[in-house]
Each structure stands twice: as structure tokens, then as C-alpha cells.
């Protein structure tokens, strides 16, 4: 009884820090940060391929329920310590691309970023999840100044394709009703779908080098 006691005396305290104003204002700086540079590279790009490269960018913050189950499923310590210092997407951003070799200029620019540390890189891409998810993920640290303290805010930018995110977006819809399908079927189905993804992401990379490459023999 204790035990569950103490348990629940720690989640109540990690709700509490999740909530207090200072914790959400310094995941909100570092979102607010990467968003605008993400959106200075989209117009550096743009200006450069007079194309369009960036589709969209969103953001968000773990809810608490998120971060108590993944602390929960990871077998990690239910505090405030075990959740900064473990999870690396309690904030983070997602920019979508029109074509992969984007993302991978995109997240080259963002290492570049003097203020900003690159802490971490899953490269999803070139080697996917056991299901079939491709993404780019950059685990990037924010420097935050209070007084005359400098601390680093975690944030996980994920940078896909826009093929890359529609298959994403159908998979998490999905995974509500995989328990009525045979659940390695529906698995391997969308490895297969997967695999078509990264097919249509090369066909439409050549076909826009091609475009390119007629209008340079116009010119």
C-alpha cells in the first residue's frame, strides 16, 4: 500500500512540474526557436530551388498521460528526473518535405546552427521501423538562459517526406483496429506499403531531376 502511496505521490509530482509555468515556458521557447529557423531554412531553400520545400511544420508538447505511459512502457522511475533526463520528445516539432533529399539538406542546415547541439540522430530512412516508419529524427538541445544560468531543453524534430507522413498518419488510424485483423497480416501489409513508399519518394526525386534537367537544356 505504501508502495502505490509513494507511486502516486511521484506522478502527482511529475503532473505538477509538467504543468508549472516555467516548465511549459521553456519547452515553448525551444518549439518557438526551431520553428523559426526551420522556417528561415524552408525560405533560404526556397530561394535557392525557386521551389517549394517545406509542406508543413507542426508542433506539440506531450500531454501528461503520454509521458507517464511511455515512462511506465520504458520501465523507467515515475518522476521529474527520469522524464527530462530519459525522454527526448516531450517537445517536438515534425517538418514535412516534398522530396527526401530535402530532408536530409534540411536536417544538415539545422547541424549547423551555432546556438543549437545535436544530441542525437535516427536515421529511419534508411533504416526503418520493425513496421515500415521512415522518418528523419534530430535530437536537438535549445539553450535557455534564466539569470545567469544557461540550460539545454530537448526537442525531437522529425523530418519526413510528405508520402512518408501520409503513410504515418494512415498507420496510427490504423493501429485502433488492428485487434480486429490478424495482426501479423495486417503487419506485413504495411511493410509492403512502406516499401511502395520509398519507391513513389524515388520515382517523383527522378522525375523532378528530369524537369530540371530540360529546362537547363532550354535555357
Known amino acids: 500500500m505504501n508502495g502505490k502511496n509513494h507511486e502516486g505521490k511521484k506522478a502527482l509530482a511529475l503532473r505538477a512540474y509538467l504543468a508549472d509555468a516555467g516548465t511549459v515556458l521553456r519547452n515553448e521557447y525551444a518549439i518557438s526557436l526551431l520553428m523559426f529557423k526551420l522556417k528561415m531554412i524552408n525560405i533560404e531553400l526556397e530561394q535557392k530551388y525557386a521551389r517549394a520545400v517545406v509542406r508543413n511544420i507542426d508542433s506539440r508538447i506531450k500531454s501528461y498521460d503520454s509521458i507517464l505511459k511511455k515512462l511506465q512502457r520504458k520501465g523507467y522511475d515515475i518522476s521529474c528526473a527520469a522524464a527530462v533526463e530519459k525522454l527526448n520528445d516531450i517537445a517536438g516539432i515534425r517538418a514535412v518535405c516534398f522530396f527526401v533529399d530535402d530532408v536530409y539538406e534540411i536536417a544538415e ?17 534508411k533504416e526503418p521501423k520493425k513496421n515500415g516508419y521512415r522518418s528523419l529524427h534530430l ?80 535555357l
Open 109 to 125: 542546415l539545422l547541424k549547423q546552427q551555432g546556438d543549437l547541439k545535436l544530441l542525437k540522430i535516427k536515421d529511419y530512412i
Open 139 to 218: 535530437i536537438m538541445q535549445v539553450p535557455f538562459f534564466e539569470e545567469e544560468k544557461c540550460t539545454y531543453i530537448k526537442i525531437e524534430v522529425q523530418l519526413r517526406t510528405a508520402i512518408m507522413d501520409s503513410w504515418a498518419e494512415l498507420d496510427n488510424q490504423l493501429c485502433y483496429k488492428k485487434d480486429f485483423l490478424n495482426t501479423e497480416q495486417a503487419e506485413e501489409e504495411l511493410r509492403e506499403y512502406s516499401a511502395l513508399v520509398v519507391k513513389m519518394d524515388k520515382q517523383m526525386l527522378h522525375l523532378r531531376r528530369q524537369i530540371k534537367e530540360c529546362r537547363s537544356k532550354e
